[in-house]
């Protein structure tokens, strides 16, 4: 399984354009940075510039929202270009992306349509093959396994047959790739779906999946807006997500983690005290 | 077609619709909780259109302000959705449909100043290239039918009935002086031509005249020298443009081409 050899006792973090500057002149310790993989995509330019500085002194994951690999419709071969051409400049330690769609053909248009977010699919056989299908496309193309993360949904569908444990885990066992496991996603499901005890549900959730399959933990904030939560990205880890944080660690050991925020940007310094945190928590991990 | 297909299309259909509505979507929430989910998705295409045309449109998105470009932004998502998973790479007909726009009358020349601003978002985005300084002698060696120009990647020309590189002058620097010499130039009905190139990595638009233009659509192109040269107008002095094209990175190299 995917679980990579980057030094696992210090997470990373989401390296956003508000930070750049900061990040290269102090060079914190991290385990890694993370970057969109499509904010790249250009031929050149100062993102670019930024990415290959940063390259230097860490590992980089390369982690996309725009492969869309639920998509009935397919991946898109530009975009599957673009990533391919991306990793050999950068050579990742990790490539992820996300359960879901985006691509769909659109009534009296010619081009398939991109609609450039997280959209849900369901957890069917049908669902399950087209994702199987695109993830396999994917990797072979780029010579590699990747990491597909588990979202957070605003949808579910009424036809829904599989636990979403078990969709990853036949997803992972059909394809070689690995889970990236958002464990923030799974709590915002859970606040959404109006669960009697989200903690627990979370708890039960990571229980259920493989040991074996998890090869990167995802942390963010999330915040409620009148009658939804929303993965927002935008605020610090909450407790009830560090508390299914630290419940993950004790099944699946040190794993890869990362701190996200992307909206509301802070301060550097907050986000390196949110890595930190996570980084003790992952000592731990090993040194139980 | 399949049944996930089929819920695919109509998902992304629901969220271009002029109102969320689910009553066509089973699901496992109730329908009102369904209802505020898809809110969230279209909040979410509404806030991404917003953001990724006002990082390629900064002087559009100046002039009619940050809300009624976001309100142009939901419009054009409609109308000329994404096609790729790159918003850095959508807004291609951003200015053409805005010269269009009925509601936008009162800024004539929004449309040009779109053309602008994609041709500076193009330009920052654009393969970076080293001066290939040797290349530079074949203007002595060599026959200058045998020899094309290699320009920047990213170099763009535009000529508008406005005074399009003022206005973006003025909205970058937020200068008064800067706008009252813009109520001039519209007054005044002067156009300008524009050269895009990269100073560092930043986009700059150099205004240029009529000959500048001209001999840069030929080089652009592909014709050779000797024909850029025979074709140019009178006024055009090679020299001096050489000297401006080394200092500003305009010019990149010169190819030599045998038949």
Redesign the interface.
Same mark, same amino acid.
């Given at each position: 399984m995917p679980r990579t050899s980057v030094a696992a006792q210090r997470a990373g973090i989401g390296l956003r354009q508000p930070h750049y500057a900061e990040v290269m002149d102090r060079a914190p310790p991290l385990g890694f940075v993370e970057v969109h993989s499509?904010?790249f995509?250009?031929?050149?330019? @100062?993102a670019? @510039?930024v990415l290959h500085a940063a390259r230097e002194r860490y590992d980089v994951s390369l982690h996309?929202?725009?492969?869309?690999l639920g998509?009935?419709?397919g991946v898109?071969p530009?975009?599957l270009d673009?990533l391919a051409r991306l990793a050999q400049r950068v050579e990742p330690a990790r490539v992820s992306d996300h359960a879901c769609?985006?691509?769909?053909?659109?009534?009296g248009a010619a081009?398939?349509?991109?609609?450039?977010?997280l959209?849900p699919?369901?957890f069917?056989d049908?669902?399950l093959d087209?994702l199987s299908s695109n993830v396999t496309q994917v990797q072979e193309r780029l010579r590699r396994t990747i990491l597909v993360e588990n979202l957070s949904?605003?949808?579910?569908?009424?036809?829904?047959a599989i636990a979403e444990p078990q969709f990853f885990a036949q997803l992972c066992r059909r394809t070689g790739c690995g889970m990236l496991l958002d464990v923030n996603n799974i709590m915002v499901n859970a606040l959404?779906l109006g669960v009697a005890n989200p903690l627990a549900h979370c708890k039960t959730y990571v229980d259920a999946l493989p040991l074996e399959i998890v090869g990167e933990i995802h942390l963010a904030g999330y915040c409620e807006?009148?009658?939804?939560v929303?993965d927002d990205h935008g605020s610090r880890v909450r407790p009830d997500v560090w508390s299914v944080y630290a419940h993950a660690l004790n099944r699946f050991g040190s794993v890869p983690t990362l701190v996200e925020w992307d909206t509301d940007v802070p301060a550097l310094q907050v986000l390196l005290d949110e890595a930190e945190r996570a980084s003790r928590m992952l000592a731990e991990a090993v040194a139980a | 077609m399949n049944a996930e297909a089929q819920r695919q299309r109509q998902l992304v259909a629901l969220l271009l619709a002029e109102r969320a509505d689910t009553a066509t979507l089973a699901t496992r929430e109730s329908a009102s909780r369904a209802l505020r989910g898809l809110q969230a998705y279209r909040a979410n295409a509404d806030a991404s259109a917003a953001r990724a045309l006002g990082t390629a449109f900064p002087t559009v998105q100046a002039l009619v302000g940050v809300e009624d470009f976001a309100h142009l932004a939901h419009e054009f998502w409609r109308f000329d959705p994404p096609t790729r998973g790159d918003l850095g790479d959508w807004g291609d007909a951003f200015a053409s449909w805005l010269a269009e726009h009925a509601g936008l009358s009162q800024w004539p020349y929004l449309g040009d100043c779109a053309r602008l601003d994609w041709a500076m978002h193009c330009c920052e985005r654009a393969a970076d290239a080293a001066l290939d300084a040797d290349s530079i002698a074949r203007l002595g060696d060599t026959d200058p039918a045998q020899l094309r120009l290699r320009l920047a990647p990213g170099l763009a020309v535009l000529s508008s009935r406005y005074p399009i590189a003022m206005i973006l002058d003025a909205h970058r620097s937020g200068d008064d002086a800067a706008f009252d010499a813009v109520r001039d130039a519209l007054n005044a009905e002067r156009g300008e031509a524009v050269l895009v190139s990269r100073d560092g990595w930043r986009a700059v638009a150099t205004p240029i005249d009529t000959a500048t233009l001209d001999w840069t659509r030929r080089v652009q192109g592909g014709v050779d020298l000797a024909s850029a040269m025979q074709h140019a107008d009178s006024h055009f002095d090679f020299t001096a443009w050489l000297a401006s094209a080394l200092s500003s990175g305009w010019l990149k190299g010169i190819d030599v081409v045998r038949d």
């Amino acid at each position: 399984m995917p679980r990579t050899s980057v030094a696992a006792q210090r997470a990373g973090i989401g390296l956003r354009q508000p930070h750049y500057a900061e990040v290269m002149d102090r060079a914190p310790p991290l385990g890694f940075v993370e970057v969109h993989s499509e904010n790249f995509f250009a031929d050149g330019g @100062a993102a670019l @510039a930024v990415l290959h500085a940063a390259r230097e002194r860490y590992d980089v994951s390369l982690h996309g929202v725009g492969l869309a690999l639920g998509s009935a419709a397919g991946v898109d071969p530009w975009h599957l270009d673009r990533l391919a051409r991306l990793a050999q400049r950068v050579e990742p330690a990790r490539v992820s992306d996300h359960a879901c769609f985006a691509r769909a053909p659109r009534a009296g248009a010619a081009a398939v349509l991109h609609a450039n977010d997280l959209l849900p699919i369901a957890f069917t056989d049908e669902a399950l093959d087209i994702l199987s299908s695109n993830v396999t496309q994917v990797q072979e193309r780029l010579r590699r396994t990747i990491l597909v993360e588990n979202l957070s949904a605003y949808l579910s569908f009424a036809d829904d047959a599989i636990a979403e444990p078990q969709f990853f885990a036949q997803l992972c066992r059909r394809t070689g790739c690995g889970m990236l496991l958002d464990v923030n996603n799974i709590m915002v499901n859970a606040l959404n779906l109006g669960v009697a005890n989200p903690l627990a549900h979370c708890k039960t959730y990571v229980d259920a999946l493989p040991l074996e399959i998890v090869g990167e933990i995802h942390l963010a904030g999330y915040c409620e807006a009148d009658d939804i939560v929303i993965d927002d990205h935008g605020s610090r880890v909450r407790p009830d997500v560090w508390s299914v944080y630290a419940h993950a660690l004790n099944r699946f050991g040190s794993v890869p983690t990362l701190v996200e925020w992307d909206t509301d940007v802070p301060a550097l310094q907050v986000l390196l005290d949110e890595a930190e945190r996570a980084s003790r928590m992952l000592a731990e991990a090993v040194a139980a | 077609m399949n049944a996930e297909a089929q819920r695919q299309r109509q998902l992304v259909a629901l969220l271009l619709a002029e109102r969320a509505d689910t009553a066509t979507l089973a699901t496992r929430e109730s329908a009102s909780r369904a209802l505020r989910g898809l809110q969230a998705y279209r909040a979410n295409a509404d806030a991404s259109a917003a953001r990724a045309l006002g990082t390629a449109f900064p002087t559009v998105q100046a002039l009619v302000g940050v809300e009624d470009f976001a309100h142009l932004a939901h419009e054009f998502w409609r109308f000329d959705p994404p096609t790729r998973g790159d918003l850095g790479d959508w807004g291609d007909a951003f200015a053409s449909w805005l010269a269009e726009h009925a509601g936008l009358s009162q800024w004539p020349y929004l449309g040009d100043c779109a053309r602008l601003d994609w041709a500076m978002h193009c330009c920052e985005r654009a393969a970076d290239a080293a001066l290939d300084a040797d290349s530079i002698a074949r203007l002595g060696d060599t026959d200058p039918a045998q020899l094309r120009l290699r320009l920047a990647p990213g170099l763009a020309v535009l000529s508008s009935r406005y005074p399009i590189a003022m206005i973006l002058d003025a909205h970058r620097s937020g200068d008064d002086a800067a706008f009252d010499a813009v109520r001039d130039a519209l007054n005044a009905e002067r156009g300008e031509a524009v050269l895009v190139s990269r100073d560092g990595w930043r986009a700059v638009a150099t205004p240029i005249d009529t000959a500048t233009l001209d001999w840069t659509r030929r080089v652009q192109g592909g014709v050779d020298l000797a024909s850029a040269m025979q074709h140019a107008d009178s006024h055009f002095d090679f020299t001096a443009w050489l000297a401006s094209a080394l200092s500003s990175g305009w010019l990149k190299g010169i190819d030599v081409v045998r038949d």
